[in-house]
């Protein structure tokens, strides 16, 4: 079993940038991956990091602007996001799984969300 608690959301103007945290305990030897969902909309994949941090992958709306990594001595994983848009105003979710793939139903375990608002 795998808890996971994300943290990092908040208000931030077009242009500005957040971080965002995923805290993993339990067993903690998964890929990670980031999504998130807008009002009204499908939750949609952001990004993927593989379990020795080494492959990830990027959605293309988010590609040079966000940047996942982890600290595994830290069961932690991070969404580094500048440059942030009003349409990445979204609950942002990290997933555990067995690999680094955009398919949500793939994940195994989730976190409850935060919520990331940009204003323009």
């Known amino acids: 079993q795998v808890q996971l608690v994300e943290s990092g959301g908040g208000l931030v103007q077009a242009g500005g940038s957040l971080r965002l945290s995923c805290a993993a305990s339990?067993?903690?030897?998964?890929?990670m991956g980031w999504f998130r969902q807008a009002p009204g909309k499908e939750r949609e994949f952001v990004a993927a990091?593989?379990?020795?941090?080494?492959?990830?992958r990027y959605a293309d709306s988010v590609k040079g602007r966000f940047t996942v990594s982890r600290d595994n001595a830290k069961n932690t994983v991070y969404l580094q996001m500048n440059s942030l848009k009003p349409e990445d105003t979204a609950v942002y979710y990290c997933a555990a799984g067995r690999s680094t793939t955009a398919v949500p139903t793939t994940y195994d375990y989730w976190g409850q969300g935060t919520q990331v608002t940009v204003s323009s």
């Open positions: 990091l593989s379990r020795s941090g080494v492959s990830t």
């Open positions: 339990g067993r903690t030897v998964y890929a």
